[in-house]
Each structure stands twice: as C-alpha cells, then as structure tokens.
C-alpha cells in the first residue's frame, strides 16, 4: 500500500473516532475471508483472491484508563459503507465490533504460495519477503473472546502484503507489552522473529503509525511494560481537546489575577460575618422574655410532676387488689368448669363400661338360626366396638391415659373373656355345620353310577350356600380373635380336602378303568411297546395306533413294509386342529359308546374338569375365610371407621351438652352395624398375597391330591410311553394357567410336582432306549439266519419310526386338547383371566417340543452308528443291509421330516447315506458280475457312433 493510500485510510479512521476517548494508532485495510477460505484460495491463484472476502477496516486504538496514568488498547473491525470503492479521506465507514486488546487470544500469521503444480498453496511460516510481487497471499486469523455483549470473533484476514502481516502482528505485541497483558497464543511467526522485524523496519512502521502513535510506541525499539520512553508523553485525543479549549474560554471570562480574587472574596467573607453579629446584639430584649416564659413553664411542670406520683402510687395499690380478685375468680371458674366435665365423664364412663344385659345374654347363648344370625353378628359387632373404644384404638375412644384405670382395665377383661366364649362357640357351631355337609357330599357320592357324572366334577352349591350364609359370622369372629379364624381355617380346609380326595379318586379310577382298557386292547394288538430292541415276527399285523390316535396308519415293529408309514406332511401338519376329534373320543366314552379311553385323553379329561373346580374351591374358601392379606384392616375400615366407638344404647347416655357428639357417633354405629351385619365384600387388588396362615390352610386342602391324580399317569410306566408327553404338555398349560392367581399357589405346587413325575418317567424311558441300543447284540438271530444276509430291517430301525410316527400324532394331539381347554375354561372358572395368560399357556405346552427333539438328538445318532457297527460284521452283505435299513428310514420319516426341523437333519443324514451306499451297492454288483465290459463295449460303440456321425455331417 502507498503512501496516499495509507494517509487517506488514517483519515477517515480519525474522523470516524472524532467524538470518541479513543486515540487511533494505526489503521489495515485486508478482507476478510469465509470460513472455507483456505480451501477456496487453495482452489484460485493470487490475482483471483481479491474478492473471495468482504473488505475490513481493522483499527488499533488506544483510550485514557481510569485507574492509573496508563492507556487501554482496543481493536476495532471496521466496515467501508462501499465495499468495492477504494477508502478515500472522506469516505464514510461503520463500526462494527470493538474488542479490548487483551481479549485475543490467538494469533496466526501465514503466507499462502501458489506451488509448482499450480493446484494447491503451501503454508510457508518460517521465510518473509518484503516483495509483494511474488504472488504470496499473506494471511492473519485472529480470535476475539466474547466481551460484556459482543460474541466471540474468530476470522481470517487476507492483507496485501508481508510487511503489513508482520506490522500488525508486531504492533499488537508491542502495544500488549506496554500495558503488561499477556500475551496471545501464537502460530505461523515466532516472538523472536516479530521482534528483529519491529527493530529492522524502522521506517516501514514510522509511515504506517499516526502522530499520537509516536509518542506511545517508538519504533526499532522494544517496549517491556510501563516502564519505557512513553511513560513522559501525554495523550490526548480530539475530545479531551475540545474540553480542554472550552476550560481556557472560561478562564479569559474577567476572573484576572488568583491573588485579586482571593482578597476580594476575603472582604466580602468579612462584611457578611459582621452583619450577623449585628442582628445577634439586637435580639437580646426578646430573649429575656421567652426565657421567663420557660422558667413559669418549668415550675406548672415540677408541681404536676409530684401529683402524678401520688395518684401512680394509689393506682399500684388498686391493682395490685384487683389482680387478687381476678385470680380468685379465674380459679373458682376453672375449679367449676373442671368438675363439670369430670362429672360428664365420669357419667359416660360408667354408664358405657358394660354392656347392655340383654346383648350379653345374646352373646353368651348366641342363635346361629338364618333367621336369628343376623342379631347375633351385629350383637358381636357391638362387643367389637365396646373393646375398641375401651382400648382407644377408635377414633373417638377413650383417652389412653383413661385406659391406665383398673375399672377400664377390668372391664377390658371381661369383654375379652366374652368374645372368647363366643367365637369357640361359633368356629364349633362353622365347623359342624361343614363336617355335616361334607358327609351329606361324601355320602352322596357312591350313590351315583352314571359315568359322566363319575369323572366330572360334583357340585358345591349347598356347601357354598350354607357357609355364605355364615360369612358375616366368619368376618366378625376375624375382628374378634385371629387366631381362631386361623384355627377355623385349618379344620375346615381339612375336612374339604377330605370330600376333594374321595371326589377325585372316584373321577380317576373311573379314568384310569377306561385307559387300562385302552391298553390292554392295545397290548393284544401288540401295539404301544416301544423298545427298540424288541424283535417281532415279519408276518405280525401292521400297528393300527395312529388310526386309533388321530388319522393315518403305521406299521408294527417286525415288518419291512414301508407303506403304512407313508403320511402327507400337509396333511400331518393339520394334526392340531383334532380337539374335536378328541372332543368325540371322550364324549363316546362317557355316554358309554367306547369302552376304552386313550391314556392322554383320559389326562385331559381329569385336569380339564377338576383343575377349574378346585381353583374355584381355593378362590371361594379364601375369600370366604380371609386368608388374604390386609382382609382384617379392610375389614375394620369398611365397618367401624364410619362409626362411633361409644358403647350401649342412646337412650343410657347422658343427656349433658358435652355427651351430644359421643351419642350422634354412637346411633351412626348402630345404623351401621344394622346396614352391614349380611356381609360385606371386600374390594382387594389385584395378586393380593395370601397370609401365612392362608397359604398353609389351602396347603391342607390340596394336600394328597397329587397321589390321587398321579395314579393314572402311571399306567404309562411300561408301554405306551409316548403318552407322557401330551400328558406333559397339559399339565404345563394348567400349570402356567392357574400361576397368576394367588388363591392357587398350592393347586400349581401340585402340578409342578406332577410335571416332575412325568419329566422322571419320560426321563427312564428315553435312558433306557439309550441302554437298550447300547447293548443290543444281533448275534443269536443271525447264528440262525446265516449272518446278516437274512437279516434285513434291524428292529430297533423300524421301532423307531413307529414310535417317532406316534410321537408326533400324540403331541399334536395333546397341544390341541391343551388349546382346546384353555378356550373352555376362560367362561367356567370364577377367577378373573389376565391378559396373554392363555397364550402363555399354550406356549408352556409347547416347550414338550424340546423333550421330543432332545429324545431325537439322543436316539438317532445312536441308531446310525448302531446300524454301521452291526453292517461291518459282514462285509459281503454290509452295503445290503445299510441299505435296506438306510431306505426304511428314509421313506418311513419323509412326511415327519418335512414337519419336524430336528427330525429332519437327521433323515438328511440318513438320506446321504442311503446315497453313498446305493452307490458302493452298485458298484459292487459291477464288478462281481463283469458287467464292465458290457459297459465300456457300450462306450466304445458311443465313440464310433460320434466318429462316423461327424464324418457324414462332414460330407454333407
């Protein structure tokens, strides 16, 4: 930049700060570059950068500080109003942002160069030229913290260029040194480098600083804080000037000389003052006469002074009598007004203390008639509100410190020992009347021999209705003892599990009298044996299991046909939709059409009828023996928290006004009790926990139950052990069915202990067909046959598959009927279902799904390696054998490989096998019978076909 340039940007920064304290230093005129700036210059050469920014005026200036003789030093980013117009002495420009000196906290100086490809620009931060005709762009970021309201400044500025690069940079170290700030962080120039700069450009910065500047900074010399050449100068900008100026006009305004002024001020000081003394001298006469006018005044004073003390000292003396008198008074009132209500109390006390005879008597020979137990509940009600009020537990009871007193306590006592008398009477009076009914039940029960009625479970309604009619005595006799609500609920809990166990083991044998028929018709068919190793005749009859299971036919162990087993996957895939078929099983039996029932079937009809009925059994004696926790509390409030704890009739009370509230309590407790002595239902919420004593009541009324269904399951023990898992599968769906519902927590301990036994018994049986192909030993058959050429389907191959075929059918069947249940007993059972409890039930039944692959996993690898170590006896009839038994097993299980993903990998294995075998097969009847000269006779003749066939196409 050139001189004229410079000189005209000074001047339009010094008109700019005219009528401000700020004192202009030096002035760069440089444009401000975006934030992708680098990245642009990198993209365009030197002459093109020049208006990638927007044209800034970046001013330092310094102002007067307050504090000290020092200056502050500021940077101002200004703004031409004409961006593209050079900067001219008149020009008009606009503040943007000021900045004090030491909020900049970064300083970057760089030179961007174009490089030898022309494409990019290289950082060059260690050499400077002062030729500004070498195509360099010289580069200064600068970063402002925020100040009071003006937010952070961060930017690039593009200036022409070294020498001004440099000078700013310089000048802002120099100036912060002056002031002892710290300086900010620097990068693209070190310190040292600025300073031998500052020293060596001497003249380049003289041209480029203001007059003021000068005196405050001296250039090609270093400034280290205050200390320096400038601490003599004095700074003084354009508006302390003018303020300056307009001090001297006033002086030149006829003051004249110091010491004039000051001996003319002298003497008129000196006039004023005698004047005052004057006007002091001459208000003496009037004076004298206010101040008699005081002394008069003092003594009227003085005399009322001394008649005041005389009557305050007579006025004590009244009060002190009048306070003796009030005090008597107060105490004779209170001493009166304490009497009174002692008295009242006392009255209360001792008329409500006992109470009425005629309720005693009620209480001491209670009725328990229908008709009668009504008086007798809400006589018993009374006697709960009498001892509450005694023990103060109500809220309008007596005062504890009242309940301390012997005739309380005596009192206490003696309605104690009456509600003692009365609940043994009532808990004996509940308990006969169940033990009655349930002999009625029990022997109800052998004169029945229809079958349906046999296997279905028997109706409690006149149980059900006779301890409903008892249930305001049970709820009352709660209130009363505890304890023998606890005692009443293990004797009566007892006494139905007998009448639960006679009921469910007439329902079982009857079951389990159809499902040994079933069996035994089965055993004379020789069906349901399912080991492995158990030979049979060739000739025996096909098994006819799966058509009397579901639909379909299979094939019994001795046979090496493989048609019986042929089963459509579609068509198997359909097997849980039989819950109808199930359905009219179960409906021929109990009309007495069949006489024989499945083994699962017979399952499903004893947990589908009973487990509803004794969950509802559960529910019923725990609500109705509140074996819930918190029933006693919810109890009480729903009774006597509206009522008054006053005891005996209204008409005994005393008429005083303070016994009003105690008598209006107390005839709300008597419409109470009369409202409420039929029962109240108690609003629980939901999974309300049992209590101890609750749980283990309806523990002894489930005891036993497990023996009495377990029973039939064990008809399975030794045949027919693919039954177990639909037998599984049910148990677990009621299981996971009833586990929501806390009345039947002992009903699912017995179901879980059923679950056991059954996993037990699937669990031998699948050891001992492990056992039985571990030591399955051909040799005595073979000794007979002449080896193994005889041989032909193993017989544990073809048990196998009869029994996966049965399996399968019974599991469907079994999750059907397990669905089927689930959809029955949501409109039977009392019990609220909750959401997804059905659908959890059903996948409860569906993890037996697991039992029947993991008996896959185990079984079929065993029967393969059997069969391999068997073949390699001997070796001429190995492949045949692998064969036969490899195609049995592959055309028996296609269908239930297609629907069964476990079952499938291991017919894939057999299929591969088959394969290879059928291959060395072939290969073996080959060789043994020459039949590989016929074949490669059949090769050569192809050859000479081809050969003659491409000579006549040739001439063609």
Not at 618 to 644: C, K, P, T, V, W
Not at 661 to 676: D, E, F, I, N
Not at 762 to 777: G, M, P, R
Not at 923 to 933: A, C, N, P, T, V
């Amino acid at each position: 930049m050139d001189k004229a340039k410079a000189a005209a940007l000074l001047t339009a920064v010094e008109a700019l700060l005219a009528d401000s304290e700020f004192i202009l230093v030096a002035a760069f005129q440089a444009d401000e570059l975006p934030q992708n700036g680098t990245r642009l210059l990198r993209a365009f050469s030197a002459k093109a950068a020049d208006g990638l920014g927007n044209n800034t005026i970046m001013a330092l200036t310094v102002r007067r500080s307050v504090a000290n003789r020092g200056f502050l030093a500021s940077i101002h980013f200004v703004s031409p109003a004409e961006p593209d117009t050079p900067v001219q002495a008149d020009s008009t420009l606009q503040l943007q942002n000021i900045y004090p000196l030491t909020a900049l906290h970064d300083l970057r100086v760089s030179s961007l160069a174009r490089s030898r490809s022309g494409r990019a620009l290289q950082d060059q931060q260690s050499s400077w030229t002062d030729d500004a005709a070498t195509g360099e762009l010289h580069a200064v970021e600068l970063r402002c913290a925020s100040h009071h309201n003006v937010p952070e400044h961060r930017a690039q500025y593009l200036l022409p260029d070294s020498n001004a690069a440099m000078l700013l940079a310089s000048l802002i170290v120099q100036l912060l040194r002056h002031q002892d700030a710290v300086l900010p962080s620097m990068s693209g120039v070190t310190l040292e480098r600025l300073d031998s700069w500052w020293c060596e450009h001497k003249q380049v910065v003289t041209e480029a600083l203001s007059s003021f500047a000068l005196q405050v900074v001296t250039p090609g010399s270093i400034t280290v804080g205050r200390g320096g050449d400038s601490t003599g100068s004095v700074l003084v900008s354009a508006k302390e000037a003018a303020e300056l100026e307009e001090l001297l006009l006033f002086f030149e305004l006829g003051l004249g000389e110091s010491e004039q002024f000051a001996a003319a001020l002298q003497e008129e000081a000196s006039a004023l003052e005698a004047a005052n003394v004057y006007a002091i001298l001459a208000s003496g006469p009037l004076v004298e006469g206010v101040l008699g006018q005081l002394r008069h005044t003092q003594a009227i004073l003085e005399d009322l002074d001394e008649s005041l003390k005389v009557f305050d000292f007579k006025l004590r003396h009244m009060r002190d009598d009048i306070a003796a008198i009030e005090a008597s008074n107060n105490s004779l009132e209170r001493q009166a007004r304490h009497n009174t209500a002692l008295l009242s109390l006392l009255e209360g006390l001792l008329g409500g203390l006992q109470l009425d005879a005629g309720i005693i008597a009620q209480l001491e020979q209670p009725a328990f008639d229908p008709y009668k137990l009504k008086a007798t509940v809400s006589a018993a009600w009374k006697l709960h509100a009498k001892r509450l009020w005694l023990s103060s537990e109500s809220v309008d009871g007596l005062s504890p410190m009242m309940t301390k007193m012997k005739v309380v306590q005596e009192a206490q006592q003696q309605l104690t020992d009456l509600a003692g008398r009365f609940v043994a009477r009532a808990v004996n009076y509940v308990v006969g009347l169940v033990n009655q009914l349930v002999t009625e039940a029990t022997t109800d029960l052998g004169r029945s021999t229809n079958r349906r009625h046999k296997v279905s479970p028997p109706s409690h309604r006149r149980l059900h209705d006779a301890l409903r009619r008892c249930q305001p005595l049970l709820q009352v006799v709660a209130v009363l003892d505890q304890q023998a609500l606890q005692h009443l609920q293990q004797q009566v809990s007892s006494q139905v599990n007998g009448l639960l166990k006679r009921e469910l083991h007439i329902a079982a044998a009857e079951l389990k009298r159809g499902a040994a028929a079933d069996i035994t018709a089965a055993s004379q068919a020789a069906e349901g044996d399912y080991t492995l190793t158990k030979e049979r005749h060739a000739g025996g009859r096909g098994s006819k299991r799966l058509a009397r299971v579901s639909h379909g036919s299979g094939s019994g162990g001795g046979s090496d046909s493989i048609s019986d087993f042929t089963v459509d996957p579609a068509e198997f895939a359909g097997v849980a939709a039989v819950a109808g078929v199930s359905a009219a099983k179960r409906a021929w039996y109990l009309d007495g059409s069949a006489t024989g029932l499945p083994l699962h079937e017979a399952w499903c009809q004893l947990l589908d009828g009973f487990m509803p009925f004794l969950a509802d059994e559960a529910a019923f004696h725990a609500d109705l023996l509140l074996m819930y926790r918190g029933d006693e509390q919810r109890l009480q409030n729903s009774r006597i928290n509206d009522a008054a704890s006053l005891p005996g009739d209204a008409t005994s009370l005393p008429s005083s006004p303070s016994s009003s509230s105690l008598r209006a309590c107390y005839q709300q407790q008597q419409h109470q009790q009369q409202t409420t002595s039929s029962g109240q239902f108690l609003a629980r919420p939901p999974s309300c926990p049992l209590t101890h004593s609750g749980g283990r009541a309806l523990e002894a009324m489930m005891a036993g139950l497990a023996q009495e269904i377990g029973a039939l399951v064990d008809l399975a023990s030794r045949s027919h052990q693919v039954l177990l898992l639909p037998a599984l599968a049910i148990t677990r769906a009621w299981q996971r069915r009833l586990q929501d519902h806390p009345a039947s927590a002992s009903l699912v301990a017995v179901l879980a202990g059923l679950c056991d036994k059954l996993q037990q018994q699937w669990a031998s049986f699948a050891a001992s067909q492990v056992t039985a192909i571990e030591h399955y030993d051909g040799r005595s058959k073979m000794s007979l046959q002449q080896g193994i050429k005889y041989l032909h389907v193993l017989p544990f191959i073809s048990q196998f598959c009869l029994m996966a075929h049965d399996m399968e059918v019974a599991l469907a069947e079994g999750l059907a009927a397990a669905a089927a249940a689930g959809q029955a007993d949501s409109g039977s059972t009392e019990q609220p279902q909750e959401p997804g409890t059905e659908a959890a039930a059903i996948a409860a039944a569906q993890t037996v799904r697991t039992d029947a692959d993991a008996l896959y996993d185990e079984l079929c690898p065993r029967l393969l390696s059997r069969l391999e170590r068997l073949a390699t006896t001997d070796p001429k009839y190995a492949d045949r054998c692998r064969l036969e038994n490899y195609s049995y097993v592959g055309e028996a299980l296609r269908g239930l490989a297609a629907a069964t993903p476990v079952l499938q990998q291991h017919w894939q294995v057999a299929e591969s096998r088959r394969e290879a075998t059928l291959s060395s097969y072939v290969r073996g009847q080959l060789e043994y019978s020459k039949l590989w000269r016929l074949l490669d006779l059949g090769d050569k003749l192809d050859k000479l076909l081809q050969v003659i066939a491409g000579t006549f196409y040739c001439a063609m």
